[in-house]
């Protein structure tokens, strides 16, 4: 489980959540990060018997349904998006998707009776939600995880990660992508993140 929890904390860095609104404990937002917890305690209960191919597989379409992985993409490289041909957008977007799916199937490899729960309350903030889960480690660790939401063709979709309520996923790739593009361009930038993708093992 260690291996666990240090994953959740790749990619990270401080960033602060702006004041909220409250939404609905309904708001359609929660379905979406239910279906994420779902799908990694799938995964978590496979174990590593599925192999790492194996839970790929099955939190692949899991990671479509609640990621808006187009969008994460670009907001993880910025500015930059918009002097990138659209080709290599194409193959940014895919190779991010791959890093995504890989890590995942690298961290939550294992199960020991773990639980998420999803606080009831549903921020808003200029119209996005923000829903906060917490992993539960049955020897008593607990890890706050903040999903930030967007509306996305009438489905709430997942557009960052915090963990610990406070170190945005989303700030930390920026910064790493930045010198990436900086010095080989899209391109180089591919083969980073398809190098991250074989070092979780996918």
Do not use: C
């Not at 018997?49 to 349904?65: C, E, F, L, T, W």
């Amino acid at each position: 489980m260690r291996r666990l929890f240090i994953g959740l904390a790749v990619l990270a860095a401080p960033i602060g959540i702006p004041e909220v609104v409250f939404a609905q404990a309904s708001d359609p937002a929660v379905a979406t990060v239910k279906a994420l917890d779902d799908g990694l305690l799938a995964i978590m209960k496979a174990g590593k018997s599925a192999g790492s191919k194996g839970r790929a597989a099955s939190i692949g379409p899991v990671i479509d349904r609640v990621y808006d992985v187009p969008l994460m993409t670009r907001l993880s490289i910025g500015a930059s998006w918009t002097t990138i041909k659209p080709a290599d957008q194409a193959a940014l977007t895919a190779a991010f998707r791959r890093m995504t799916v890989s890590q995942y199937a690298s961290n939550f490899d294992d199960f020991s009776g773990e639980t998420f729960t999803i606080d009831p309350k549903v921020d808003v903030r200029a119209g996005d939600r923000l829903v906060r889960t917490t992993l539960n480690d049955p020897k008593g660790e607990k890890v706050a995880i903040s999903y930030r939401l967007r509306n996305s063709g009438g489905a709430w979709k997942i557009i960052d990660v915090f963990y610990r309520n406070s170190i945005s996923q989303l700030a930390i790739r920026r910064s790493d992508f930045a010198g990436v593009l900086k010095s080989g361009g899209a391109k180089a930038l591919v083969e980073h993140l398809n190098a991250l993708s074989a070092k979780a093992g996918g």
